[in-house]
């Protein structure tokens, strides 16, 4: 089946620093990747569609500047949490569609762990 | 705006039980529903795919129905295993992509 890598899976940064995180699609195109937060306990929280060669379409609440997202290939969106603050701890998961699977099916990463101290 | 909501949000039974997981939507204009699960500090892992046009789908010991006139899905786990404990989600998808709450489940051995 279809394989999404996301890279690191876990991260510890100081206040102030940017992270950025990587999700591929290894064996199939994806147009559009997703990017979610997941608060401990709590559902996943869908942060910004991420189309490839356009700009981002973030969700209500979620800072642009804060979360830049850069989707440059069919294989590849990065999410970078710029000037993090440790309020920014949590899990990040990406997902992608397969751009030639008529299902619609969802495939995701492993999820990055982010520890701002 | 679609709202997705699971019940229940923990459950916990002993090792052999037949289970159900609930999962409800307020829009029927989907395209297709995903149960996934979630194993702590994991990603999510797919387990089944109906599309709108279906009413089930089964793999192995999981069998997922969807109604979407009535707006709900379930998701039938036969004879549950310790290896089962996990959260279970599902996701309706129409224009957006929409997690439900999660169902938190215990199997005792």
């Known amino acids: 089946g279809a394989v999404v890598s996301q890279h690191p899976s876990r991260v510890i940064c100081k206040s102030g620093t940017s992270v950025k995180i990587e999700c591929r699609s290894l064996d199939f195109q994806a147009t559009t990747m997703f990017w979610y937060r997941q608060f401990p306990k709590q559902s996943l929280m869908l942060m910004a569609t991420?189309?490839?060669?356009?700009?981002?379409?973030?969700e209500q609440g979620v800072e642009k500047d804060k979360f830049l997202i850069n989707h440059a290939s069919l294989t590849l969106s990065t999410l970078t949490v710029t000037s993090a603050h440790p309020e920014d701890s949590s899990f990040y998961i990406c997902?992608?569609?397969?751009?030639?699977?008529?299902?619609?099916?969802?495939?995701f990463g492993s999820g990055t762990q982010l520890s701002v101290l | 705006k679609q709202e997705v909501t699971q019940i229940p949000a923990a459950l916990s039974v002993p090792e052999g039980e037949n289970l159900v997981l609930n999962c409800s939507f307020t829009?029927?204009?989907?395209?297709?529903l995903q149960w996934f699960r979630q194993d702590p500090g994991k990603g999510l892992t797919s387990l089944l795919l109906i599309q709108s046009s279906q009413r089930e789908q089964t793999s192995g010991r999981l069998n997922a129905s969807l109604d979407k006139s009535s707006g709900r899905s379930t998701l039938y786990i036969a004879a549950s295993q310790p290896g089962d404990s996990a959260t279970y989600l599902c996701?309706?998808?129409?224009?957006?992509?929409?997690f439900g709450t999660g169902t938190s489940l215990t199997v005792i051995p």
């Open positions: 991420s189309n490839e060669g356009s700009k981002a379409t973030y």
């Open positions: 996701a309706v998808i129409g224009n957006q992509f929409y």
């Open positions: 829009d029927s204009a989907i395209y297709n």
């Open positions: 997902s992608a569609r397969d751009l030639v699977d008529s299902n619609e099916k969802l495939f």
